[in-house]
């Protein structure tokens, strides 16, 4: 190790900063965040500087530096880029004893400063001892991405009873249950979602039962899993995967998005197409309930998002009425991402002042829909589920007074590898479905704004690199 690792407290300390630039600026709100007090020593310092001074959050010095300037500091850092200066103060804080960091030079410095992702108070460091200050800025974007936002809140909350949970629970194996209990459970799962007060009156209610067995309850997440590119899947699902002992799963969902979770999770598949279940919906209701009960951290993975013809609404009011606590985590929905990758706007000012998504698959059979309302203008429709019966769809809506020639859009596997997009019209549209030989999901768009997709064949969306 070639550096050691600390965290000063530098709250109410002097601290020094050489240099006005924007490098100094960063350094100096680096340091205000700690609550440090910071002298900056500068002939010119940048208007940024300027409006801190002004608002009594930092003391100029407008001149060039001399060691003195050092006097008392708890810390120094140089920010310049002059080599000269650089070298003095590197010099001087040496002999002072004072810990300086010069930017980007560590030969002349005593400490780096390292990449940080801050959920205050929790603070996570990332050093690279100066051989790639780039891999560590990638590394400090997986780990951003991976810890969920409110963090910090639910370290504060345990701060809070921190006194109470010493004082009513006797023991360190007693007091480490109850913690484990805290952040595995649903208590932490509600910081994380925002339901703060449910939170506190459920950790209330644990503080106060005396002897706390391990992981009472477990939880069920119903998560959207998004269209299949796995990184679609928003930050919370990442993170859930993370954590989740068991994985129920749809056939929506690939083995892409599968590899982001847990590699000891338990995973079921319950997968549902058309006319093959492989569990029916109460069976999948039992599984997840009975997995609960059994105290696991569960998320059932929905492509997509779960709400829409997900059947998410289902299973949460049958776990909720079993007493389960369950979260809900929305996915981008088979339309919007099928929108964006093959360049439809499902809205546009010109052609479509609202949109619709409907099934082409009903309960049994032909979905009961209003067709003449689905049939005028201005109004993009999306059929999710309308593969087998988009000879239908387009009968029906021409017979309610939809132009056979508007332009309709087919997105077939949207954002995965295989992903196809067809254009045409309506009164085609059986015929192009046919001469396709389109099988996977697919969403069908109808209105003017399919029209936009033949541009869309031009462009290719770019995906993030992994570090
Ligand atoms: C049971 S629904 C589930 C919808 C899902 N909950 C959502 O929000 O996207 C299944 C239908 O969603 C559509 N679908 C899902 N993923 C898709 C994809 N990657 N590309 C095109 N259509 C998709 C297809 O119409 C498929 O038949």
């Excluded at 992981?215 to 954590?243: E, F």
């Excluded at 087998?388 to 954002?415: C, F, M």
Aim: with cysteine; glycine share 10%; aromatic share 4%.
């Amino acid at each position: 190790m070639r550096y050691f690792p600390t965290f000063f407290d530098l709250a109410g300390k002097p601290c020094l900063v050489v240099g006005g630039g924007e490098r100094a600026t960063q350094k100096i709100r680096l340091l205000r965040r700690a609550g440090a007090l910071v002298t900056v020593v500068t002939r010119g310092p940048i208007e940024e500087i300027e409006r801190l001074a002004a608002k009594g959050e930092v003391e100029i010095r407008r001149r060039g530096f001399v060691e003195g300037d050092l006097r008392d500091r708890v810390l120094a850092i140089g920010a310049a880029g002059d080599d000269d200066l650089d070298l003095r103060l590197c010099e001087a804080a040496k002999r002072r004893g004072v810990p300086v960091n010069i930017v980007d030079r560590p030969a002349l410095s005593s400490f780096t400063v390292p990449a940080m992702v801050d959920r205050d108070p929790v603070l996570v460091a990332i050093s690279s001892a100066g051989t790639a200050p780039v891999l560590a800025r990638k590394l400090r974007a997986r780990i951003e991405a991976l810890l969920p936002a409110r963090l910090g809140r639910l370290a504060r909350l345990a701060e809070s009873f921190r006194g109470a949970v010493k004082a009513l629970h006797d023991g360190g194996t007693a007091r480490r249950r109850f913690w484990e209990e805290f952040f595995d459970g649903s208590i932490a799962d509600d910081v994380l979602a925002g339901r703060e007060s449910k939170a506190r009156e459920k950790t209330l209610a644990l503080v106060n039962r005396r002897s706390p067995r391990r992981r009472v309850d477990g939880t069920v997440a119903i998560v959207g899993a998004g269209p299949g590119d796995p990184d679609l899947l928003t930050l919370r699902a990442a993170n859930l995967l993370q954590d989740a002992e068991v994985i129920v799963y749809d056939n929506l969902v690939g083995a892409e998005i599968l590899d982001r979770a847990r590699r000891d999770a338990q995973r079921i598949y319950a997968g549902k197409s058309r006319g093959a279940h492989a569990k029916s919906q109460d069976e999948i209701n039992a599984l997840l309930r009975d997995l609960a009960q059994a105290r696991k951290r569960v998320v059932r993975l929905k492509g997509g998002d779960p709400f829409i013809f997900g059947r998410g609404g289902e299973e949460v009011e049958y776990l909720r009425g079993h007493g389960i606590a369950v979260q809900v985590v929305p996915g981008i929905t088979a339309a919007v991402a099928c929108g964006a990758s093959a360049g439809i706007p499902l809205t546009h000012r010109d052609h479509a002042a609202a949109v619709t998504f409907v099934t082409g698959h009903g309960k049994d059979g032909e979905p009961d829909l209003d067709w003449a309302a689905l049939a005028r203008s201005r109004h993009s429709l999306v059929v999710y589920m309308g593969v087998a019966t988009a000879p239908r769809t387009a009968q029906r809506l021409i017979e309610h007074g939809l132009d056979a020639a508007t332009p309709v859009a087919v997105v077939e596997n949207g954002t995965r590898a295989d992903e196809r997009i067809l254009s045409g019209t309506l009164g085609g549209l059986p015929a192009l479905m046919e001469e396709q030989a389109v099988t996977g999901p697919a969403i069908i768009v109808i209105g003017e704004v399919a029209r936009h997709a033949e541009a869309a064949r031009e462009f290719t969306q770019p995906r993030a690199l992994a570090v």
